[in-house]
């Protein structure tokens, strides 16, 4: 795949680090953002293995790199070596984003309000609305702290019950609302999901290669509960065709990826880059079209 612009002396580089990295959607996306823009501008992967974060950080100054997205495993352990976290970021515990200002690391998360802004946009209203979370990991942290000031209760199954209190005792620390955290089980699946709003699956099942599977059975999802699935491979998860066929309204992960990826691309450069067509490339990325 090649990047049909032109690379000058000039050309300022944004870039993803992640280990594996190879599968990454940033690359193809943010280029073609750019290239829209027609900026002077090119983003790349670096394959950074654990042991030599340190290492990358310290190049990424020396290196004046502008723009730098972080992915699984390092959104934890980068934070140490930032100059500066955004108070959200720090609550959350991880950082996706950095920004290069001269010489100085600036760390964000936009993992947390890409998705709030996808679940407004698909028209969810979070105002006093039930939330049940199915999974406690980097993703649930990132969503149920970008909407618990909005939404009245939380409550989060997970297969490891001590993930889930973690979670909701950090949640505790920073909000004055009520939450629950349990196993998941058919038993608290049925119970929870009888009045929830809105059930968010921030676990891994369901994507691609286990994307026949769900761990909500679809006799328990009812046609007032809004249903989002982060995953976004495939498209349209199994629980999102079983949402829909029960009548529920649906989000899949797509826009919240695009989303964290443009607020990440605002942030560096200070211009708007196109959603839909960022969308577009992922969709072409994951040969789904
Ligand atoms: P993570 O930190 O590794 O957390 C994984 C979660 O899945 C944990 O709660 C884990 O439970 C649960 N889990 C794993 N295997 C399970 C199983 N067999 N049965 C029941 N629960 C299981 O991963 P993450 O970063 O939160 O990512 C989770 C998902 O969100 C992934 O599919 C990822 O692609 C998606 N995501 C999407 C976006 C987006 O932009 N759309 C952004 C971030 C993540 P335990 O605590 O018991 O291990």
Redo the contacts with the bound molecule.
């Keep these: 795949m090649s990047v049909d612009f032109s690379i000058t002396g000039k050309t300022k580089i944004l870039c993803v680090i992640g280990h594996p990295i190879g599968h990454s959607m940033s690359p193809p996306m943010h280029n073609a953002a750019i290239r829209d823009l027609n900026l002077d501008y090119v983003y790349v992967a670096f394959d950074v293995h654990p042991n030599d974060l340190k290492y990358a950080l310290e190049g990424f100054k020396a290196l004046r790199i502008k723009g730098i997205n972080v992915t ?1 495993p390092h959104k934890i352990n980068v934070i140490q070596y930032l100059d500066e976290v955004d108070p959200l970021a720090v609550q959350i515990g991880a950082v996706n984003t950095i920004k290069n200002e001269n010489g100085v690391l600036l760390g964000k998360n936009t ?1 947390a309000l ?1 998705c709030k802004m996808a679940l407004i946009e698909a028209g969810c209203k979070l105002m006093n609305k039930k939330v049940l979370f199915i ?6 942290r990132a969503i149920t702290f970008s909407i618990a000031e909005d939404v009245d209760q939380i409550v989060i199954l ?3 019950v001590q ?1 889930a209190k973690y979670l909701t005792t950090s949640l505790e620390k920073n909000f004055n609302k009520k939450y629950n955290a349990k196993e ?1 089980n058919r038993e608290n699946l049925k119970k929870e999901l009888i009045n929830s709003d809105i059930l968010i699956n ?4 369901g ?1 691609e290669p286990r994307a026949t599977e769900s ?1 909500v059975p679809k006799e328990f999802l009812h046609s007032s509960i809004f249903v989002f699935d ?3 491979n495939p498209l349209e998860t199994r629980l999102i065709k079983d949402a829909k066929e029960s009548g529920c309204r649906t989000l899949g ?1 797509l826009d ?2 695009v989303n ?1 990826g443009a607020l990440a691309f605002e942030w560096w450069i200070g211009k708007t880059p196109n959603k839909m067509l960022m969308k577009k490339k992922i969709i072409e990325f994951l040969g789904l079209k």
Excluded at 135 to 140: C, P
């Design positions: 699984i993992d890409g999974g406690a990991g980097g993703a649930a997970n297969r490891t993930h998941l921030s676990t891994s099942i994507m761990l982060a995953i976004y992960g919240m990826l964290q």
